[in-house]
């Protein structure tokens, strides 16, 4: 077993998704198969929003869907919104090897307190927000507070939707691709972190193979191969 673990966001949420296939990956390296996201349309915006984000942060302004979303929110610090970005958020859990990690898109800040804030990307036109979104936030906002943070009780998602037509092509008008951007407030709740991620090393610490989850398509064919061999 390592003597220092890091653990990222992604694997995290993969323990809600899967314990067995959690355990599978981050306590023995067997990952699930990846899928192919060579066409992934949110890693394409993601830099683009980044850099949008900065240069209002320079200007000394707010994004207008983040001010219409509430006037009091100001873009947090440059100098220490890149230090989390590129080097990641960590928190060492007490008594044991594990330390969690993740890196953030941005942060905001209302008053005296910090807002996290994870941009997406959707061409959906009735987006609603998956419970592994308020996650995402949340995991973060923990991970702040566990460094001394004073965090608001919501997050922000930043969320960019790009109309594509029935052949999976951008619709344009004119020249520019038709986008529609608002800033969503999610409510968070840091409370329960501390138990989920005890919960969580306790699986990890484990001997036994977790059971899988019901709906786990990874763990269903790994049953069927097992089958297959026994015959």
Same mark, same amino acid.
């Given at each position: 077993?390592?003597?220092?673990?890091?653990?990222?966001?992604?694997?995290?949420?993969?323990?809600?998704?899967?314990?067995?296939?959690?355990?599978?990956?981050?306590?023995?390296?067997?990952?699930?198969?990846?899928?192919?996201?060579?066409?992934?349309?949110?890693?394409?915006?993601?830099?683009?929003?980044?850099?949008?984000?900065?240069?209002?942060?320079?200007?000394?302004?707010?994004?207008?869907?983040?001010?219409?979303?509430?006037?009091?929110?100001?873009?947090?610090?440059?100098?220490?919104?890149?230090?989390?970005?590129?080097?990641?958020?960590?928190?060492?859990?007490?008594?044991?090897?594990?330390?969690?990690?993740?890196?953030?898109?941005?942060?905001?800040?209302?008053? =005296?307190?910090? $807002?996290?804030?994870? %941009?997406? /990307?959707? *061409?959906?036109? #009735? !987006? &609603?927000?998956?419970?592994?979104?308020?996650?995402?936030?949340?995991?973060?906002?923990?991970?702040?507070?566990?460094?001394?943070?004073?965090?608001? =009780?919501?997050? $922000?998602?930043?969320? %960019?939707? /790009?109309? *594509?037509?029935? #052949? !999976? &092509?951008?619709?344009?008008?004119?020249?520019?691709?038709?986008?529609?951007?608002?800033?969503?407030?999610?409510?968070?709740?840091?409370?329960?972190? =501390?138990?989920?991620?005890?919960?969580? %090393?306790? /699986?990890?610490?484990?001997?036994?193979?977790?059971?899988?989850?019901?709906?786990?398509?990874?763990?269903?064919?790994?049953?069927?191969?097992?089958?297959?061999?026994?015959?």
């Amino acid at each position: 077993m390592d003597k220092n673990k890091e653990i990222s966001r992604t694997k995290v949420e993969l323990y809600f998704e899967c314990k067995r296939c959690f355990w599978l990956d981050v306590r023995h390296g067997i990952e699930r198969p990846k899928p192919n996201l060579a066409g992934n349309i949110g890693s394409k915006y993601d830099s683009r929003i980044k850099k949008y984000f900065d240069e209002c942060r320079k200007r000394g302004e707010t994004p207008e869907e983040i001010k219409n979303l509430d006037p009091e929110l100001r873009l947090f610090p440059e100098p220490i919104i890149n230090k989390w970005r590129n080097n990641k958020i960590g928190y060492t859990y007490p008594k044991s090897n594990i330390t969690f990690c993740g890196k953030i898109d941005d942060l905001l800040k209302k008053r =005296d307190q910090l $807002v996290p804030l994870d %941009i997406k /990307v959707t *061409i959906s036109r #009735d !987006f &609603q927000i998956p419970e592994a979104y308020t996650r995402q936030l949340e995991f973060y906002g923990y991970l702040l507070k566990k460094n001394g943070k004073s965090l608001a =009780d919501f997050g $922000v998602l930043y969320v %960019i939707r /790009v109309d *594509i037509d029935e #052949d !999976f &092509q951008k619709i344009k008008e004119g020249k520019a691709v038709i986008e529609v951007r608002e800033a969503r407030k999610v409510e968070l709740n840091y409370e329960k972190w =501390d138990k989920i991620l005890e919960d969580l %090393i306790n /699986v990890y610490n484990s001997e036994e193979e977790p059971d899988p989850a019901e709906n786990c398509e990874f763990c269903q064919r790994d049953k069927k191969i097992m089958e297959l061999r026994k015959t």
